[in-house]
């Protein structure tokens, strides 16, 4: 089974979406994944990797922001969740993917001061 056939099939199967939101995620499929590397691929074969490498291709050459990649991660992780659930494969590759295109780090996350051990 490749990639476009699991998203095919999830989204024929998913039938809470709201019509307007299902219109978007086809596109998005339709526009940036099916004729890609990654939709042609097999569901077997694609592992983390593959998928930040496609975040990075979307975040560096196609310019697009944090929350369109997350649109992406939002049809691609239930898909290969599906697959899971399925028996078809063991992990889903998307798990842990937006951890670059998250807002803030470490350094930037607010604390209270008590963990920083900063209290008086």
């Known amino acids: 089974m490749t990639v476009n056939k699991l998203i095919e099939?999830?989204?024929d199967l998913k039938t809470n979406l709201a019509v307007s939101t299902k219109e978007n995620y086809t596109?998005?499929?339709e526009k940036n994944i099916k004729d890609t590397k990654l939709?042609?691929?097999k569901v077997k074969d694609i592992k983390k990797m593959d998928i930040q490498a496609f975040y990075a291709?979307?975040?560096?050459?196609r310019?697009?922001?944090?929350?369109?990649i997350q649109l992406y991660q939002n049809i691609l992780f239930?898909?290969?969740q599906m697959a899971v659930d399925n028996d078809i494969i063991r992990k889903n590759p998307c798990n842990g993917?937006?951890?670059?295109?998250?807002?803030?780090?470490?350094?930037?996350?607010?604390?209270?001061?008590w963990i920083l051990g900063l209290k008086n």
């Open 39 to 41: 939709g042609k691929s």
């Open 27 to 29: 596109h998005i499929y």
């Open 9 to 11: 099939q999830y989204l």
């Open 63 to 68: 310019n697009f922001c944090r929350g369109t």
């Open 57 to 61: 291709y979307l975040f560096t050459k």
């Open 97 to 113: 993917c937006m951890k670059e295109y998250t807002r803030g780090s470490m350094s930037s996350t607010k604390y209270p001061l």
């Open 78 to 80: 239930p898909a290969f």
